[in-house]
């Protein structure tokens, strides 16, 4: 008897059986170009295989090179590719895996002076005009994706997903929004169709039943001028009728300004988009969109309207979690948050993906976990992402581990950030620690504030993870009972009034703010999040929008910073604009380029571009940024002991929870 009786069944797709309903969603990570070493995506989907997944697509590979996300990106066009590829697809098989290549052409997304699309529009999130392709080049393309699919199942794919959403080239032709060509590949919808179910119909009949196709078919667009509810339905039917064997989800055009995946999204919030498809066609459906934990995936899939669920980044942060679902353990996964800091943002950058949760994902192939030869006592003074992460993985290595904590729980840094409404996904996080910490051994000393004498003695290492203490802000008044610290609010040691400034507005400024004028509507909370967004679900109005519902924000707020520029200037990019968005929203007032005078009874007086400003509030937060507390460095170096400072107590300018795991991981796996 299962926990998970629907999520771990088998599934017919096409003519293959595939072993349960998880799909681990196509994400490009950054390995996919290097066609030297594709070893390292090798390494990468054969360990998420290993660890039970059913299904796996790849990221993106164009069929040419006009179709390229940005110069030399992943393409699959000729023998040589396919011939590259048969180390990724036998690394999945040899566990018993099926995968798909998905095939992506970027259309005027693609990153590239060569990028091409319906008409010649230039999108808002990219800085090339495309061509629009002639009639000829439309037909050319359609047999590209058929020799790219004839080349995925050389390589030894089990079939390919047609990428059809996210704002991509197919999503680009299907759309009106982007589509006022006037030959057979433009007008009314069925023409505006044409090209994705040609695509389609063609697959299917020169590679056979043998080789399955996938549709991933945008069911929400969330951009002006998009799809409408008939449309998607006309659409599921016409790839039915020309082959697909599976339709996978869509959310949200790139461009879109609305957050699909984020923290804020509530769980599954799109399933039930998915799942109003079922009456209309007989295909398997899979959802997808902030399904990160089991019990979320059977609930979906027990109400029995979509047959799959699909999920990237819960596998990139555990590569065992069908395993440990199947095993009913569930509290030993370790849960995506959905902050997207080390995946999206890296990618976004340029940079390989990893997690901020698992800093092994993606580096399969060069940090494997080795035992340590000669096991040591080593002692970890703090209970934050940084110490958790040094005890946990030099736990997992063999090595005897003490691990200090002044508070009564361990979490650091994350004990606050969890408060912040869209960021409690954080729990998850320390339950995943403080699992870890229980099964691996690790001895927990809460309310123990370690000392030279307790350090000194009977450790080979000792591991300074003692975190940061806020940074004091000086000014007249700023010792006034009414002026607090961000840590003391986020812990709710002070009762904050209806007019509050914010000094900093940094990640944490943005944070607080968040915080303090959340409304925190009560009832649905799913409901709560398409009123704030304007979210139309049902896609009556073309592109799936309507008004938003105004926010009524718990406080007035004002945030204030010395320098000139936008708020959180050093967050993420996928998710620095929500953040910003949101604000608005609350009604926060930004001010830049101040200067602190003083606060009194009348408020806070700044100094602005020269002139001087009131703003009358009843409580001033403290949010500029963080000291490093190493006390304990200088006199256990000066004793002797091999001592190692990591996350905020080594750099508090850097403070940030993706830098600590990786940087504590790291040092434990170095640590003989
Ligand atoms: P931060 O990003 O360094 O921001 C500190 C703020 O305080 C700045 O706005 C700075 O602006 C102001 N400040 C610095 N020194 C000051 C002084 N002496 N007097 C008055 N104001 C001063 O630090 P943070 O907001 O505390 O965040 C810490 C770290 O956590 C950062 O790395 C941040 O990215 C990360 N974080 C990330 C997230 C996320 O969602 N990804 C959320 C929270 C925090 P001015 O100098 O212009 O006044
Ligand atoms: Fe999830 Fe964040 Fe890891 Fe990305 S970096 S997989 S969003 S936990």
């Not at 704002?167 to 023409?191: C, I, M, P, V």
């Not at 005890?391 to 969890?418: N, P």
Request: proline content about 5%; hydrophobic content about 45%; aromatic content about 6%.
């Amino acid at each position: 008897m299962t926990a998970y009786p629907t999520l771990l069944s088998p599934l017919d797709v096409g003519a293959f059986t595939l072993k349960n309903r998880v799909v681990m969603g196509s994400m490009h990570v950054g390995l996919e170009e290097d066609f030297g070493r594709l070893h390292r995506l090798a390494a990468y989907l054969g360990r998420r295989a290993e660890g039970g997944v059913g299904l796996i697509v790849t990221g993106g590979f164009s069929p040419n090179v006009e179709g390229w996300l940005k110069p030399f990106a992943g393409q699959m066009s000729n023998r040589w590719h396919a011939f590259k590829h048969r180390v990724v697809t036998d690394a999945v098989h040899a566990h018993d895996g099926r995968i798909l290549l998905q095939l992506l052409h970027a259309g005027r997304y693609g990153y590239s002076p060569l990028c091409v699309s319906a008409t010649a529009k230039k999108s808002p999130i990219s800085p090339f005009k495309p061509r629009a392709l002639t009639t000829s080049g439309v037909e050319r393309t359609v047999r590209d994706f058929v020799n790219a699919a004839r080349n995925a199942q050389r390589a030894g794919y089990d079939g390919v997903e047609v990428m059809g959403s996210e704002g991509y080239l197919l999503h680009q032709f299907l759309s009106a929004r982007t589509n006022d060509r006037t030959d057979a590949w433009g007008g009314s919808f069925e023409k505006r169709a044409r090209f994705p179910v040609e695509i389609v119909r063609r697959i299917r009949a020169e590679l056979g039943d043998g080789f399955l196709v996938m549709f991933r078919l945008s069911m929400l667009d969330l951009v002006e001028g998009a799809a409408t509810w008939d449309e998607v339905v006309s659409l599921a039917q016409m790839l039915q009728d020309a082959g697909a064997h599976v339709l996978n989800t869509g959310i949200g055009w790139h461009e879109a300004r609305v957050p699909t995946i984020a923290t804020t999204v509530p769980r599954a919030a799109f399933a039930d988009v998915t799942a109003r498809l079922r009456p209309s066609v007989r295909l398997p459906l899979v959802t997808s969109n902030r399904i990160n934990m089991p019990d979320v995936a059977e609930r979906v899939l027990a109400q029995g309207d979509v047959d799959l669920v699909s999920m990237a980044r819960p596998l990139l942060a555990d590569p065992d979690w069908v395993r440990k679902a199947a095993a009913a353990t569930p509290a030993a996964i370790n849960t995506c948050i959905a902050c997207n800091q080390a995946c999206l943002d890296h990618i976004f950058r340029n940079k390989r993906a990893s997690c901020l949760v698992n800093p092994f994902a993606c580096h399969e192939a060069e940090m494997p976990l080795i035992p340590a030869a000669t096991p040591r006592r080593i002692a970890v003074v703090g209970a934050g992402p940084a110490g958790l992460a040094v005890a946990t993985t030099a736990a997992s290595r063999g090595h005897s581990v003490v691990l200090f904590e002044a508070s009564a729980a361990i979490g650091g840094q994350f004990r606050l950030a969890m408060q912040i409404p869209g960021k409690e996904e954080f729990t998850e996080t320390l339950r995943y620690f403080d699992h870890q910490l229980r099964t691996l051994g690790v001895d927990v000393r809460l309310d123990t504030r370690a000392d030279l004498a307790t350090l000194r003695e009977g450790f080979d290492h000792v591991v300074l993870a003692t975190g940061v203490v806020p940074r004091a802000v000086r000014f007249p008044g700023a010792d006034d009972p009414r002026v607090v610290s961000y840590a003391a609010v986020l812990r709710r040691e002070v009762e904050v009034g209806p007019r509050v400034a914010l000094l900093g507005a940094g990640g944490i400024g943005v944070d607080v703010a968040e915080f303090l004028g959340h409304p925190h509507p009560a009832g649905d909370v799913n409901a709560a999040f398409r009123d704030f967004w304007g979210i139309d679900a049902t896609s009556e109005a073309r592109g799936g929008l309507r008004a938003a519902v105004p926010a009524t924000p718990a406080r007035t707020i004002t945030l204030c910073q010395r320098s000139e520029g936008r708020p959180g200037a050093r967050l993420g990019a996928t998710t620095a604009w929500i953040r910003r968005e949101t604000l608005k929203k609350l009604g926060v007032e930004v001010l830049s380029g101040v200067q602190y005078d003083r606060f009194d009874d009348a408020g806070l007086h700044l100094t602005i571009s020269g002139a001087p400003r009131l703003v009358p509030v009843d409580h001033v937060v403290v949010c500029a940024g963080q000291e490093p507390e190493r006390s304990l460095a200088g006199p256990l170096a000066e004793a002797g002991v091999a001592v190692h400072v990591v996350g905020g107590a080594e750099e508090a300018g850097e403070l940030d929870a993706k830098r600590a795991i990786a940087q504590g991981t790291r040092l434990a796996m170095a640590l003989a």
